[in-house]
């Protein structure tokens, strides 16, 4: 079953919350809400929202790998909605069956 993308940023709108207790309860935290910009998040903040991230999804969701993989650029520019995806795309991942696991196709006549 594929990773809901409601459910997770749902999950991260509440872990930032939690992190960043500033944010007014009345503000909408969507898919393109600024972790720089709009959330003003500090390097504290974010090592304080890993943790949240590794107690919720344990190794399925590497968040510094994640971070590590991005450019400059990309980093300053990181919006809730594309950690929203890469925590879907390593859960489906995660979620996906082996080789072997997959049970055979009976064929007619054996």
């Known amino acids: ?25 009345d503000e909408e935290i969507t898919a393109d ?23 919720r999804y344990g190794d399925q969701v590497n968040f510094a790998q994640y971070v590590a993989a991005l450019d400059v650029e990309s980093l300053r520019g990181l919006r809730v909605g594309g950690l929203v995806e890469h925590i879907a795309a390593s859960l489906n991942a995660n979620a996906a069956p082996t080789s072997g ?10």
């Open 101 to 110: 696991s997959v049970a055979p196709v009976p064929v007619a006549g054996q």
């Open 33 to 55: 809400t600024s972790f720089r910009d709009d959330l003003e998040m500090e390097s504290i903040d974010v090592i304080s929202l890993a943790g949240r991230l590794q107690a």
């Open 1 to 25: 079953m594929p990773a809901d993308h409601d459910i997770i940023l749902a999950e991260i709108s509440q872990m930032l919350r939690a992190v960043l207790p500033a944010i007014d309860p």
